[in-house]
């Protein structure tokens, strides 16, 4: 009996641990087609909604999230077959969401994120997904080199 209340002790003490320096994540790769973005749009909707987030709080991140994807998918592969890599993670009050492709990269990043700025000639794209992921996210760190791919790394605080 006195040994099964100290595993107990000792049970609950680790979960408490576990509990401080929780990282939850979430990986998933899409073949870069437009059909899959929505999913890959819902599934970080749905996998934030543990931390309560406010309807807005989930536009946001789905707007962000999209647009992310959608260049990886246009831009990154330019229509053609590819993988996209997305993971989010939750870690306290901070959702952070990673979109990367190993497509062609981009040459100047930071003429890439001015508003408006598109390499696109068809008039189809505003040239503002960048600015709306700055706008709806807290942080957003873009990695990129011509030939071997782009990464969006976006961070938001949910419920302050
Ligand atoms: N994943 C990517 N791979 C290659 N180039 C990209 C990627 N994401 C963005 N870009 C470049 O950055 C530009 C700006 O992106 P964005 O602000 O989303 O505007 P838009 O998609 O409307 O052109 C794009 O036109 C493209 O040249
Ligand atoms: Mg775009």
């Known amino acids: 009996m006195g040994y099964?209340?100290?595993?107990?002790?000792?049970?609950?003490e680790e979960a408490s641990q576990r509990e401080d320096s929780k990282k939850e994540v979430l990986r998933m790769e899409i073949e870069s087609r437009s059909e899959n973005e929505e999913f890959a749009r819902v599934a970080v909707a749905v996998f934030m909604s543990r931390m309560n987030p406010t309807m807005e709080e989930i536009d946001d991140v789905k707007t962000a999230v999209?647009?992310?994807?959608?260049n990886g998918i246009i831009h990154g592969y330019q229509g053609k077959e590819g993988i996209i890599y997305i993971e989010a993670a939750v870690e306290g009050r901070e959702l952070s969401v990673s979109v990367r492709d190993k497509g062609v990269g981009i040459?100047?990043?930071k003429r890439?994120?001015?508003p408006m700025y598109t390499?696109?000639?068809?008039?189809e794209r505003s040239g503002m997904g960048f600015s709306f992921m700055e706008?709806?996210?807290?942080?957003i760190e873009v990695l990129s080199e011509?030939?071997?791919g782009?990464?969006?790394?976006?961070k938001k605080q949910i419920g302050r």
């Not at 099964?4 to 609950?12: E, I, P, R, T």
């Open 4 to 12: 099964g209340v100290n595993a107990d002790d000792s049970l609950k």
């Open 66 to 70: 999209s647009e992310a994807v959608t």
């Open 107 to 109: 040459r100047d990043v």
């Open 112 to 114: 890439a994120m001015e």
């Open 119 to 123: 390499s696109d000639v068809t008039g």
């Open 135 to 139: 706008a709806f996210m807290d942080e």
């Open 146 to 148: 011509p030939g071997k």
């Open 150 to 154: 782009t990464q969006v790394i976006m």
